[in-house]
């Protein structure tokens, strides 16, 4: 079944076919004619012939810092579920053990006419070097806010500050915090600010014991082993991941601390391991799977509607606190 096939047989010219195809301006009556005849045939459009024609393949990158992670999944879920729906496929880059491959995941995604790319940012590297301001494609950036980008991004801040209140509000006044790097802007900065904030407002000192950890169980336990030691009578504690939190829980668990009877633990995520740690996690829920699809949609804004690639979308998603046994 060809293009020219199908126009005759819904009664309009090839150049309308190839307008329905392509979301090009078309009246209601020719849509309706067109699109009838390809679902009672099961035409499918030559999708080599659009890439020859428009020089671009209808595939999106989606570069994460790591796979193993609840909130690379949702993020890539969320995305993936627009993206599909708009005839696009996904494709996966994963730079855990090669983070300065970000420019190189790029360049190869140029190199093969990709239409754009949502990249899950953990640092500002790529900021200060240059790698998103030279990609050709159409770029999102997903968990941070740079400045002049295409960005959805978390209430990072506001969300900590929101956590350490409830700490506070339990009676804990000897917190510490077990952190991201701080070449991580919104995890490793934001967020610390964020406890700074509501600590100085509630007129306790801002400089507050703080370890950097992986992001993961290990991290966590290892940097809650390290601040018992160091500050043996602290009472709240603020992790940067849930994973970290779940690390915590367990350190704590062999220090012979009782949570929350001696210790109060929050974190930031929604993990399902929340729901059965013991006890359960009291965390700020962010909203992952939305990033995902807030990515997808500006992309599809610049790819399908063809708006103004350079002016810049910031979209910051809210969060919620959900209060469990641990605090």
């Known amino acids: 079944m060809t293009l020219r096939e199908i126009a005759t047989l819904a009664g309009v010219s090839p150049s309308a076919v190839s307008r329905y195809l392509n979301g090009g301006s078309l009246s209601a009556e020719k849509a309706a004619a067109i699109r009838k005849v390809i679902e009672e045939t099961g035409y499918v459009p030559n999708q080599l012939a659009h890439n020859l024609r428009t020089g671009q393949v209808k595939q999106i990158g989606i ?6 992670s609840p909130s690379v999944s949702q993020i890539v879920e969320g995305a993936h579920e627009v993206l599909s729906e708009a005839g696009y496929m996904t494709v996966i880059g994963s730079v855990e053990h090669k983070p300065d ?14 239409a754009g790319a949502i990249v899950m940012a953990s640092s500002d590297a790529e900021v200060r070097n240059g790698t998103y ?12 806010h740079f400045k002049d980008f295409n960005c959805v991004y978390h209430d990072d801040y506001n969300a900590a500050k929101a956590l350490t209140n409830l700490l506070l509000k339990r009676g804990r006044s000897r917190i510490v915090c077990v952190s991201g790097p701080r070449t991580d802007p919104a995890v490793g900065v934001r967020r610390v600010e964020g406890i700074k904030s509501a600590l100085w407002e509630a007129d306790l000192t801002p400089a507050f014991p703080t370890v950097t950890a992986t992001f993961d169980i290990e991290g966590g336990k290892a940097a809650m082993e390290r601040l018992l030691k160091d500050h043996p009578d602290l009472d709240g504690v603020v992790c940067a991941t849930d994973a970290m939190a779940q690390g915590a829980l367990l350190a704590l668990r062999e220090a012979g601390k009782a949570v929350p009877g001696d210790v109060s633990v929050v974190a930031f995520g929604s993990d399902w391991a929340n729901l059965v740690s013991q006890p359960p996690l009291t965390t700020a829920k962010l909203y992952q799977t939305q990033c995902g699809r807030d990515a997808a949609a500006i992309l599809l804004d610049i790819l399908e509607k063809r ?3 350079s002016i810049s979308r910031q979209i910051m998603l809210g969060f919620r606190i959900v209060e469990r046994g641990s605090a």
Do not use: F
């Open 63 to 68: 570069l994460v810092p790591k796979i193993h």
């Open 101 to 114: 491959s970000v420019a190189e995941y790029l360049a190869w995604m140029e190199s093969y006419h990709m």
């Open 133 to 144: 301001r030279n990609c050709s494609i159409p770029l999102v950036i997903t968990g941070q």
């Open 307 to 309: 708006s103004d690639p």
